[in-house]
């Protein structure tokens, strides 16, 4: 009997089987499969390497020898990791593509010189190989994080001359093969984001990650276009070339972004539907007082009108897996309240396949501000619990992501990290 109930069962599940696949095929090309859904909040946290943020530690790039150099680094990551794992923290943001080089063994892009001092130069082993075998047997995801149009930190001469010399060997850096794509804006070198090609190119690097590496997910931070008054983006001329059918500048740049993000979004679910598309957006989209849909805040900066990043738009289209937002300010700050945009953000995700994960700003925990005074106020951890508070009441936000590492070790926020240890090592 219990033979013929479970042939009964076997006929059962492959015919749904079959009418699943049957279905599938019938949606066509657009049909989107979801990465694997877990019943686990994200704990994460993000691991700059940009200037040597968080990594490599500095010490390393003094010794005299290349082994030393390794050794040093390899344990700055396993410590790293180590420490992750007693605070309760389940996700990785490893900055892989800090600017135009790459800390993979990539065949687009140098070697960063992060781990040497020089561009370009073999570093010896692959940090992101490395860092995912480390984090995976530590039961961490890893998601690659990149900065996709930053090329350098700086338009020094020595800059200069370090790009060029990438030609004597490959890969070159893409200042060196393509500089008519390079503009400077903000005091540093940047890729024009209204070059096709340079979308393509773009594309061409995620492409390249999600191919070669087991990642958990890929994330773009939110330097989209990044400017200032003193160094804006010149691309006056790429505007006449392409922007013909916009009604101004700010409408073009921003339907550039979301050309990139939807080429990107496409391939990685053409080559790997598994793994999740996230961006990290600076936490205010649009004041209400600018637009309807917009947040009560009063924010200086919104990332729709100085990033050229229509967020919101992202989200609604299911460009995105998920969104991280930035919001990097107290429940107190009265102009960008941090339960308000929590409130606003879940209300955009809300009804969408796209995950919220809450950005949340641990630097800033302990450091005395005259304008936000919450954060040294029982070292911070009234504060944090405050907005991990907010977290949990709004059933949209899926999760919390960190800024960033090295914070985990500070003296300024010691009680922060036993309280969370206490939240999230516990809770698991």
């Known amino acids: 009997m219990l033979s013929e109930i479970k042939l009964l069962c076997w006929g059962l599940i492959m015919i749904s089987l079959m009418t699943m696949v049957s279905c599938s095929q019938k949606a066509g090309p657009e049909k989107r499969q979801e990465p ?51 605070t309760g923290i389940n996700t990785v943001f490893f900055q892989v593509k800090p600017d135009g080089t790459a800390l993979w063994h990539s065949d687009i892009l140098p070697w960063s010189d992060v781990m ?122 790429t505007y006449r070339e392409y922007g013909k059918d ?52 009063q924010a200086g900066a919104p990332s729709y009108d100085t990033a050229y990043a229509d967020t919101r738009q992202w989200v609604k289209l299911g460009l995105l897996d998920y969104i991280a937002p930035q919001l990097y300010w107290p429940v107190g700050r009265k ?22 994960y809450i950005g949340m700003a641990l630097y800033k925990i302990g450091t005395s501000s005259a304008i936000e005074p919450d954060w040294t106020i029982e070292g911070g951890v009234p504060e944090l619990k405050r907005q991990l508070d907010v977290n949990d009441a709004l059933p949209e936000v899926d999760g919390a992501i960190l800024f960033r590492q090295a914070f985990l070790n500070q003296p300024q926020t010691d009680k922060a990290l036993k309280y969370l240890q206490n939240r999230w090592y516990k809770a698991q």
């Open 246 to 297: 916009f009604p101004d500048k700010a409408s073009w740049r921003r339907n550039n972004t979301l050309l990139l993000i939807k080429e990107v979004s496409s391939t990685i679910r053409a080559l790997k539907p598994d793994i999740e598309f996230g961006v990290s957006p600076a936490g205010v989209w649009r004041n209400k007082a600018d637009d309807p849909l917009g947040s009560d805040t």
């Open 116 to 237: 040497t001092g020089s561009v370009g130069k073999e570093p010896g082993y692959d940090p992101l190989a490395f860092m995912l075998k480390e984090a995976h047997s530590r039961g961490i995801k890893l998601h690659a994080w990149l900065n996709p149009y930053r090329v350098s930190m700086n338009t020094r001469p020595e800059t200069v001359a370090a790009l060029n010399d990438t030609l004597q060997s490959s890969p070159s850096s893409v200042y060196a093969l393509h500089p008519e794509w390079i503009r400077t804006a903000s005091g540093r070198f940047v890729l024009d984001p209204g070059l096709p090609e340079v979308r393509n190119w773009i594309t061409g690097v995620v492409a390249e990650l999600v191919k070669k590496y087991d990642v958990d997910g890929i994330q773009f931070d939110d330097y989209f276009y990044y400017e200032t008054p003193q160094s804006p983006l010149e691309d006056e001329t």
């Open 36 to 86: 694997a859904l877990t019943t686990e909040p994200m704990r994460g946290i993000w691991l700059a390497t940009v200037a040597g943020l968080d990594w490599p530690p500095a010490e390393s790039l003094k010794v005299t020898t290349d082994a030393d150099r390794i050794r040093l680094q390899k344990r700055a990551l396993t410590d790293a990791l180590d420490q992750m794992v007693k």
């Open 335 to 356: 102009i960008v309240r941090y339960d308000v945009l929590a409130g606003w953000w879940s209300d955009v995700v809300r009804g969408t396949d796209t995950r919220l």
